[in-house]
């Protein structure tokens, strides 16, 4: 741990004696006008902390590490505290005679007591008494605490004897904690020394497994509240996993298991070794720097690095962009590597304390249950033993036999048992013994296939695995991922976390635990016949990403790399690329395209080809999206993936794929012929509108749903609308009938934005006498179905519908439908893709870009204004981009082939996205200008 500034470094930032030396001539100009001596006062102290502040700035700017800025902020603050109660104890509330009830100590405790401090961190400040309090000191804590509010700090503070100290942390951990790291600014030294000798004694001693068990107990509900995963894309740097306070939390424990020692010294004991030492003061360093740095920027104590600052931040910690590689990702990277070495860090040091019997010992992974036994009991696997619940090696058993690397991880999973910290160090240091030749060793193959297809639980011994290096190492593949990040707001976790996820996701389908939320897939994983396959193209979908020729191909490339490294056959080797190759073509073609097209499903099955690539895709496309992050998996989702299966499973029980366009057809008519009927029978004067409708509405809805659209279509009058929540789609289901017009699709649009929808998906029909039904699925900002929002535009259209304008709300008030969060820069620019070989009757527009509140709308009056009808809708989002498909026809009813109106078609489409670029772009500028400004202040 690099050592405490020098007092002259410090000085040479703020002269204490200078500083002192100011505030006395000020207060003697001013004699008589206290008033005027204060505001004199507090002018030359916000002078001395900006020039002090700004120099820690120049020099991080410059190079200097994250501990060196953190301390040299607090020193000076420490001058400027302590200049400030000279001031006060000396020419405002001077006690000429002081009595034993006046004395005073001024102590830093909590972040600041340890001596360090980021630019706009609170600062925590204990005055000390030795009675109850007296007009004198209450005088002077008062005068002390409105100074600093107004020279801009945020304070925490509190007025206590020694023996409120003593009891108040034994009965409150953060207390305790803050008093722990207590030191004194100034004032009355014994009292501050009296302090700190009784916590020792009556507070701490004896207390250590209490004070362990509390501070683990206090992180896990941290990480609970800050995002479970220390792989989030947007972590909090102080109170993530991974971040600054899970430091804190082990200094703290071994600090307060050897009280009285300094920070260098508790870092050189036995419970630390060297390695563990030198990766604590890097990750600390580099945690600090970025902290300072969000602080700097923004000009507010920000501790969350999200999207729009991470490029700020990258450029001014110097990263920049190398080969394909933009600057952000590889900061964020380095990022996630030393949060991944917080986490190991954190295991071993807990997992010592354990041996120690200071914490309780686990038995089974991520549980822990009390023991007593710390027997050493050999296993039947030579070399392995199990000690206090845990899972350790003998001595050379690594050199003795790579495989045994791999091994450890399988007994641990097949005996549900913990990595003892031996083990897992000696896991960690041994990586470099798997080569080439264990990579290709037939033995070390079957371990992995075994932990990965048939383990009790593949993602928890997955991510030790990875944690050790060991999976990165065995699958060098896996190792350019591990840590990455996407820059973009869709994805919530770095790439090697999501795909551990996804895998965690196929086992709890492979055994049952989500039938509510995916009874298909459930149903059909025991059909699966290669579990194998399915299981390693989960684990190497993403391994592409960032290669040559774009993340599907070299996602196929390296995953044949792989399999041939693995000893697989041939035809297994073909089918987890083919797998990993189109992980994202059933997510496209059910979102983005319509189902109820022939041409559609006709065109998938003939990229799947046989039922068991279907049955393998749908598993891994629903692992994939589910752990992509929270709440962006939902039953919309699932509906379109159901109906795009079905479909496509009828083609193949109707015949081979290459007749699928006919098979589809066919199961179109004898679906549609079967609908009509039974609405017949059930409601006799619904005949004329099921025979006027086309045979793809019957395969897109249900009986029960056409018996509700017809007895709706009937009241439509000439407009006629209702709505329902539809959870298991998590999404409100809006229907309109209403008499065919122009621009229709257009304002209803335009009448859900307004209502503050968000419109996901959208079905529309025309029957043959000219009536249009169109089926809107909405959601709130966050993603939710909203009955109010539901219902607003349903009164609306009860009435008989006239041809509305300036019915849209303002775009400021647009704004406010979803988070105003300034998105980062868009990753892709706006593209438009039209496409009239994706459907037999309708042109595809494919639009891309930003997504902003009234896109939907907004693409749909440019392609109403080019004279073209909009047949159906297919509504996506990635993060913070839209991606909307929509089928159209000119005014004859067909596809829009000329050249000259569909290139005129593009460029207004553009027009559309770039306004959407525009808009937030002027948004993330505007928050860059308050975060300037409020610095300069």
Known sequence: MPPRLKPT????????????????????????????????????????????????????????GGIETARLLSGV????????????????????NPTEGERLALMAVGGYGRGTLAPFSDIDLLFVRPYKQTAHTESVIEFMLYALWDLGFKVGHASRTIDECVKLSREDFTIRTSILEARRLTGDEELADELIERFRNEVVKGTGAEFVAAKLKERDDRHARAGASRYMVEPNVKEGKGGLRDLNTLFWIAQYLHPGESLEKVMQLAIFERREVSTFIRALDFLWAVRCHLHFATGRPEERLTFDLQPEIARRMGYGDRGDAPAVERFMRRYFLFAKDVGSLTRVFAAKLEADRVKTAPRGISRFIPGRSVKRKPLDEPGFHEIGGRLDVDPGVFEHDPVNLLRLFRIADQRNLDLHPDAFTAASRATGLITSAVRRDRHAAKVFLDILARGRDPRTTLALMNETGVLGRFIPEWGRIVAQMQFNMYHSYTVDEHTLRAVGVIADIAAGRLADDHPLAVQIMPLIADREALFLAML??????????????????????????????????????????????????????????????????????????????????????????????????????RELYSATEAVFRGGRGSDAAAALKRYQENAAYDARVNLAKADPDAEPWADAMEDAYFTAFSEAEVAAHARLARRAQPSAAEGRIRTDLNAAEVVVAAADRPRLFVDLAEELTAAGANVVGARVFTSR???????????????????????????DWQRPWPRRRGARRSRASLAAVRISAAPPPSPSPPTVMLDNEASETSTVVEASGRDRPGLLAALARRISDAGLSIVSAHIDGYGERAVDAFYVVDETGRKLTDARKGNALKSALLNALTEAEAETGQARRANLQRARASVAR
Not at 9 to 20: A, F
Not at 592 to 611: C, G, H, N, W
């Open 769 to 795: 006498s000219g009536q249009a039904l169109d089926v809107f699925y909405v959601q709130d900002a966050v993603g939710r179905p909203s009955a109010p929002m539901m219902r607003a535009p349903c009164r």
């Open 9 to 64: 470094q410090i000085e040479y930032v703020v002269d204490g004696v200078k500083l002192r030396s100011q505030l006395s001539t000020a207060a003697l100009e001013h004699i008589g006008d206290e008033a005027a001596q204060r505001r004199a006062a507090l002018e030359i102290l916000k002078g001395a902390l900006f020039r002090g502040r700004m120099i820690a700035k120049e020099r991080l700017e410059n190079g200097a």
């Open 540 to 641: 190497l979908h993403d391994t592409g990403k960032g290669g040559a020729g774009g993340q599907e191909v070299a996602g196929a490339r390296a995953a044949r790399q792989a399999g041939e490294r693995l000893g697989l056959e041939r035809s297994k080797i073909e089918l987890v690329a083919w797998l990993v190759e189109h992980h994202l073509v059933m997510s496209d073609y059910a979102q983005k395209r319509d189902v109820s097209d022939p041409r559609t499903v006709a065109d998938f099955a003939r990229i799947v080809q046989t039922p068991e690539r279907l049955r393998l895709l749908l598993v891994l496309t629903v692992a994939d999206i589910r752990a992509v992050g929270p709440g962006v998996w939902n039953g919309w989702k699932g509906q379109l993936m």
């Open 77 to 96: 603050t420490d001058e400027v505290v302590s200049a400030l109660y000279d001031f006060t104890t000396v020419h405002v509330f001077r006690a000429r």
